[in-house]
């Protein structure tokens, strides 16, 4: 059966369980249609907490609804299906080279501690679950696919999207953080003793698992978690001592008054580690797999994983097709001198450039780490973006939070999208279907897929959705106009 | 058959009114239990409904409001929230009186949480305060009057509000007002969007998940100092603990009554159905079936019942509406008005109801006999020959009264049940003396502390009355972890609860150095249970940590404490003082052992109790208890007239030949003496076997949440029960004898 064949049975399939689901709604039998229905495709149904009480529960699907902003034809066949995964955090929370103990002075370090970190490789899992429900032809996975630039996330993040056996423990067997249950830190949440409470899911997360797998090529990005220390310092051999060390911060010290705006944050970071740690802190076992192998070994190891050559060696910048109508742009956006803010250096703005002109008549999707419009050099990329009218959308990840967002240029425009996490709440992937409309332009439809919850994968979604620092009360899972709609490309 | 039992009941007169006496009693006590337990029991729910009492109420250290609302509108299941600032020891003054310990509460907009009894909530106007109901109904005041609050001067009370979140002045030490901010910001010249706050009040979507809102507001909490947490749960879990144990003590009194008169009348049903065998062996030879003759005895039971059992549930709901209302005033409750009436009604029912099944019962049974075998029957006390006539005519009494050992069981049973509540009672009412006064009831085991370590332990514990001494340790620390709260650490060499022993909420006792039992209120605070780590930092700079073995309800200080043994203190601070806490045998002469203290150059002072300001609750308290207890007495004085008053009838006969033979009045009352000792002296001496077995225990396990209770009868008040019944008895005597001798000779020697 061809790919094209089985897009149009997908969305046949899907379209008449949307229209179930929202004739059951319609009819007053709302509640146990959704809480029957298949998780994954929030237009089937999706995590609503409509009591406002701070626990989830199924609730309806969210219908496609259109964008007005850049208007095209009727859609028509499809050109191409694809997913998006990324933010994904794989994280070992055992790790000496981390600073959890930050997270309670709030922004911008609210990212260093998570209720729900531990599970971070069973919560990949399922979302790579829920994707592959989905049947895209390709999944980009548009980078911070792990959380600290260690050698053992790579290698934990790797096996659970290839498929196999994946070992989410390091150090001595079982878990050994900041959040067992005698911690006598009142800001961890230790799920042995507080609210909600859920008793074993720490020695539950540390057990070894078989990962499903992404059932399609999938093609990675580099974020800044994925080749600097906390997605903030490049790795040192100060860093590294502690990294494969015994000594874990696990405490603030009372004198400290780290800086607040993001270049201060990233050196008190690097000063903590390289520094605090000698001094203080507690025995834990040390894990030589902790060590952080460098950024150009990562783009190696992850561009071997993905089967995939970049552009120059070094940085993850490359292009594929998927299908015979979509040229995939995947950008490099990572500044390897730290911080978090994109970086596009003037090669790759060149790059670019040819990538683009080589595309011909295929409409152009560019994949990224860090939005272009707020990176370094994203402006001028964005300008060479405007003057292609086969370019359908970029679409990017870093800020956690479903956005989508027009952008008008001469040749009619295309749209920014961004894609909320796997760490944070809504903890969902993105789907996207490319469709051919009438008149000549194209119809991007997209929608979110929540990851399916089994396991500790469900207790992770609860915990992410309670986090009072985290993606609920930031808004994360944005408006419903960013997330399942349908987005034309006028034709030009 | 109406009419059958209107004709017997008139033929009767004075048995249907004795009856009708005890029901009265029976339901006294009921209508009094029912009134104050209902009372209590849904005060705090009604009035937190009413004043809208948020599910979480956080105080912290004065923060800039923009600062906390942005962490607090990040919490999960968030319903709404609003903020206050408090003001603490203002000086309130109207009408001559003073009151140092205001707490004026700034009102920064949004929900308010208290409930308006009387004239209405602060508007825009100038010039207004809303105070609470304690203030107002202490000082007389009332709307329209006026309050000078502190430097803010002269206010008018434009409104009374009732806030169930702590109990009224002056039970609470602090007297509330409120005001609002643009009053204050007016008077002070700022903007009032410039208002710090030093309280949250934190409505839920569902109150049941406060737990899960209350991890998360801890782990955003970082920077804010003294933040401490009560749910409304908390709240009624701490009012309702006093006022828990009372609505226990009522509804077992109540079902005591009610068990009570259902034997005693049930025994009087029996007594009276034998005494009219005859007539029912005639009236079933007539043809009347047994059903008929059981429904005639239960209209009169119900004739009877009912109009008794009214007016004793309205005497006693009336009886204890007053201290009832004034009790839950004292708790910032409010009373139940007309909801009470339902429960007043079902209780009318059931009172009723027991009469009525218990004077029912034996006429079925006996109706349903043949008529000729019921005719055969007659006196239902067998006499006994051949047992001698010892003890003279009290003795003669004593067997009169014994002869009917079903009966004198159960009179006995009833006295002896009356006794064990009354001796109750009043163990209860020394216990809430030594609350106001003795440390040891709160958890505190010693009542003296004096300056002084291990070096003159030797030389206290050998002091005549004194039954133990113990180097005590007090750390006033911090939580290690920068969360601003302030803890209390308390260590004994030792085991810890010789001295000081909070009741065990969870967990176990602490049983060795790196241990400790945690106070709840610091428990809460940072999250912390069985197993969980407490990490303390000491003035001295040094950290501390100890494993959490138990919970412990902890009055002291909030909660805010914990009991750990002294050897990581003193290793991580060698220079804390130690002081010895001293325990009294229970006999020792308090003054002596503190002049030989003195002597001996370790002068002592006394160990404060916790709930010293409660004095006016606990006088409150008393007198329901009181209010109750006179409606018990007024049972067990029933319970004995009607088993001398059925003696009497029974050994009519016998008293006229008696009389005959020339005994005179004495002698007579010495016959019903005997017959009233032989039932009061044992009910009396197995009713104080029942309070120190059964009901004293069983009360300090319901009270076990509140504090250690100790209510064991002492000798005088076993010695106060006895006397008690005695008089009772001799009331009693007095009353059957003037009745006996009332009656002719001839109409008793005619019996026999």
Redesign the interface.
């Known amino acids: 059966m061809s790919a094209r064949r089985i897009g149009v049975l997908a969305a046949a399939a899907v379209a008449v369980l949307a229209a179930v689901a929202a004739i059951a709604a319609a009819c007053g039998s709302g509640a146990p249609a959704a809480e029957t229905a298949r998780p994954g495709s929030t237009l089937v149904s999706t995590l609503v907490d409509p009591?406002?009480?701070?626990?989830l529960q199924r609730g309806p699907g969210e219908p496609l609804r259109t964008r007005p902003e850049l208007p095209a034809g009727r859609p028509g066949r499809t050109l191409a299906t694809f997913g998006q995964l990324t933010d994904t955090h794989v994280r070992d929370e055992e790790s000496p080279a981390r600073v959890p103990f930050l997270d309670?002075?709030?922004a911008p370090f609210t990212s260093t501690f998570r209720?729900q970190e531990a599970e971070s490789d069973q919560v990949l899992d399922a979302g790579v679950r829920s994707l592959d429900r989905e049947h895209p032809q390709a999944v980009f996975v548009t980078g911070d696919i792990t959380d600290s630039a260690q050698e053992n996330e790579l290698d934990q993040a790797i096996a659970t999207l290839r498929g196999g056996r994946v070992d989410p423990d390091s150090g001595a067997r079982g878990y050994d953080g900041v959040q067992q249950?005698?911690?006598?830190?009142?800001?961890?949440?230790?799920p042995d003793?507080?609210?909600?409470r859920f008793p074993g899911l720490l020695a539950r997360a540390e057990r070894p698992f078989t990962a499903t797998g992404l059932r399609a090529p999938w093609y990675p990005t580099v974020g800044n978690h994925d080749v600097l220390v906390q997605g903030e310092v490049p790795p040192t051999a100060a860093i590294e001592r502690v990294a494969t060390g015994n000594r874990l911060v696990d405490?603030?010290d009372?004198s400290l008054r780290p800086p607040r705006d993001e270049a201060g944050a990233a050196a008190a970071t690097a000063r903590l580690l390289a520094e605090h740690a000698a001094s203080s802190g507690r025995r834990v076992p040390a894990d030589p797999r902790r060590r952080h192998p460098g950024a150009a070994a990562i783009v190696d190891r992850l561009a071997r994983a993905a089967g995939v050559t970049p552009a120059q060696a070094g940085r993850l910048d490359y292009a594929v097709d998927v299908g015979a109508s979509v040229r995939a742009i995947v950008l490099d956006t990572v500044n390897r001198a730290g911080g978090s803010r994109g970086l596009l250096p003037p090669g790759e703005l060149r790059w670019l450039r040819a990538e683009l002109a080589r595309a011909g008549s295929r409409w152009v999707l560019v994949f990224t780490h860090n939005p272009l419009e707020s990176s370094a050099g994203g402006e001028a990329a964005l300008r060479a973006l405007d003057a292609d009218p086969r370019v359908v959308a970029v679409v990017a990840g870093n800020r956690h939070r479903n956005t989508i967002e027009p952008r008008r240029a001469g040749g009619g425009g295309y749209w920014l999208i961004g894609t909320s996490s796997l760490a944070d709440f809504p903890q969902q992937a993105r789907m996207f279907r490319l469709r051919a409309a009438s008149g000549g332009g194209v119809v991007l439809e997209t929608w979110m897929v929540d990851q399916d919850g089994r396991g500790v994968a469900g207790p992770a979604r609860e915990l992410a959705?309670?986090?009072?620092?985290g993606g609920?009360?930031a808004g994360f899972a944005g408006r419903p106009q960013d997330r399942n709609v349908r987005l034309g490309i006028p034709a030009r | 058959m109406i009419a059958l039992a209107v004709a017997g009941l008139r033929a009767r007169r004075t048995r249907t009114l004795l009856a009708a006496l005890g029901i009265f009693a029976a339901a006294l006590v009921v209508g009094t239990a029912v009134t104050v337990g209902y009372g209590l029991g849904t005060g705090f729910g009604r009035a937190a409904d009413a004043a809208d009492l948020p599910d979480v109420i956080a105080r912290f250290s004065p923060e800039e409001r923009q600062r906390i609302d942005q962490r607090v509108r990040a919490l999960p299941n968030l319903e709404s929230r609003s903020y206050r600032f408090e003001v603490n020891n203002v000086v309130l003054e109207s009408r001559g009186r003073l009151v140092r310990s205001g707490a004026l509460h700034v009102v920064l907009g949004g929900r308010r949480g208290y409930d308006i009894v009387e004239g209405h909530d602060l508007t825009r106007r100038r010039g207004q305060v809303v105070i609470e109901r304690g203030l107002a109904t202490q000082w007389g005041l009332h709307p329209g009057d006026t309050l000078d609050v502190g430097r803010i001067g002269r206010e008018r009370i434009v409104g009374i509000a009732v806030s169930p979140d702590n109990v009224a002045y002056p039970l609470a030490k602090a007297a509330r007002v409120y005001m609002s901010i643009d009053e204050i910001a007016a008077r002070f010249g700022f903007a009032p969007s410039q208002a710090n706050a030093n309280l949250a009040l934190l409505w839920l979507r569902d109150p049941a998940h406060a737990d899960v809102t209350l991890t998360q507001a801890r782990a955003v909490s970082f920077g804010i100092g003294r933040l401490e947490f009560i749910t409304r749960d908390g709240v009624r879990l701490l009012i309702g603990q006093a006022a828990g144990i009372v609505i226990s003590l009522l509804v077992a009194f109540s079902l005591v009554a009610l068990a009570a008169a259902g034997t005693m009348l049930a025994a009087g049903a029996h007594a009276d159905v034998q005494r009219r065998l005859a007539a029912f062996g005639v009236q079933r030879a007539l043809g009347f079936t047994p059903r008929r003759l059981a429904g005639v005895q239960a209209v009169e039971a119900l004739a009877v019942a009912l109009p008794a059992g009214l007016l004793g549930i309205t005497a006693g709901a009336v009886a204890v509406a007053g201290p009832a209302g004034r009790l839950l005033a004292a708790l910032n409750e409010l009373p139940p008005g007309a909801a009470l009436l339902g429960p007043l009604a079902l209780a009318l029912l059931v009172v009723v109801l027991v009469v009525v099944a218990a004077g029912t019962w034996p006429a079925w049974r006996a109706a349903r006999r043949p008529p000729a075998e019921i005719l055969r029957g007659g006196e239902i006390a067998s006499r006994r020959p051949g047992r001698s006539a010892r003890g003279g005519l009290l003795g003669l009494g004593a067997r009169f009264a014994t002869a009917a050992r079903a009966r004198w069981i159960a009179a006995v049973a009833t006295i002896a049940v009356c006794a064990g509540v009354v001796t109750l009672m009043l163990s209860l009412a020394s216990l809430l003396e030594h609350l106001r006064d003795d440390p040891g009831t709160v958890g505190k085991r010693y009542s003296l502390v004096a300056q002084g370590g291990t070096d003159r332990l030797r030389e206290v514990e050998a002091v005549p009355g004194v039954d133990a001494a113990g180097v005590r340790y007090q750390v006033e620390a911090a939580d290690a972890f920068r969360l601003g709260e302030s803890m209390r650490l308390i260590a004994f060499s030792g085991d810890h609860t010789r001295f000081e022993a909070p009741p065990l909420a969870e967990g176990r006792r602490l049983r060795g150095p790196g241990e400790a039992e945690v106070g709840e209120g610091l428990a809460d605070a940072l999250g912390l249970r069985p197993g969980s780590m407490l990490a303390a930092q000491l003035p001295s700079g040094q950290e501390v940590r100890f494993r959490v073995a138990g919970i412990v309800r902890a009055l002291e200080v909030s909660g805010r404490i914990a009991w750990v043994r002294p050897a990581k203190l003193l290793a991580a601070s060698p220079g804390i003082q130690p002081s010895l806490a001293i325990r009294l045998d229970p006999d020792a002469d308090r003054g002596a052992v503190v002049r030989r203290l003195d002597a001996i150059g370790v002068p002592p002072q006394s160990a404060s109790g916790a709930t010293t300001r409660n004095g006016q609750f606990l006088g409150i308290l008393a007198a329901v208890l009181r209010g109750v207890g006179l409606a018990v007495g007024l049972v067990c004085l029933y319970a004995l007239v009607q088993a001398l008053a059925m003696t009497a009838r029974e050994r009519r006969s016998a008293v006229a030949t008696l009389r005959a033979t020339g005994a005179g009045r004495g002698a007579v009352a010495l016959v019903l003496a005997g017959a009233a000792l032989v039932v009061a002296v044992p009910g009396a001496l197995a009713g104080i076997v029942l309070e120190a077995l059964v009901l004293g225990p069983l009360v300090a396990r319901l009270a076990a949440s509140f504090a250690d209770l100790a209510v064991s009868p002492t000798l005088a008040q076993a010695l106060l029960v006895g006397l008690g019944l005695l008089a009772l008895a001799a009331a009693a005597t007095v009353l059957v004898a003037r009745r006996v001798l009332r009656e002719p000779v001839v109409a008793g020697l005619r019996e026999s």
């Open positions: 009591d406002g009480d701070g626990f309670r002075l709030g209720p249950a005698d911690s006598p830190d009142p800001f961890f949440y230790r003793v507080d609210a909600p405490t603030l009372p959705y309670l986090d009072a620092q609920r009360p």
